[in-house]
């Protein structure tokens, strides 16, 4: 499944399957090992990207 958007959320977000889009959170962002992100980028309080996961782009937290 993959999901096209923007997620905003004032909680933890874990990613676990095909996005594409932005991330904006208040919390915590998980790109689990089986994710591919491909988007705007992550704004969050921190990102913890798994080694196998596919990240198009580079998480940053800000």
């Given at each position: 499944m993959k999901f096209t958007g923007d997620i905003v959320a004032d909680t933890n977000?874990?990613?676990d399957g095909e996005m594409v889009g932005r991330i904006k959170s208040t919390r915590h962002?998980?790109?689990?090992?089986?994710s591919r992100f491909e988007g705007g980028g992550i704004e969050s309080e921190s990102?913890?990207?798994?080694?196998?996961?596919g990240a198009?782009?580079?998480?940053?937290a800000s």
């Open positions: 977000v874990t990613i962002v998980s790109l689990g090992a089986t990102a913890l990207v798994s080694v196998m996961c198009a782009s580079s998480p940053r």
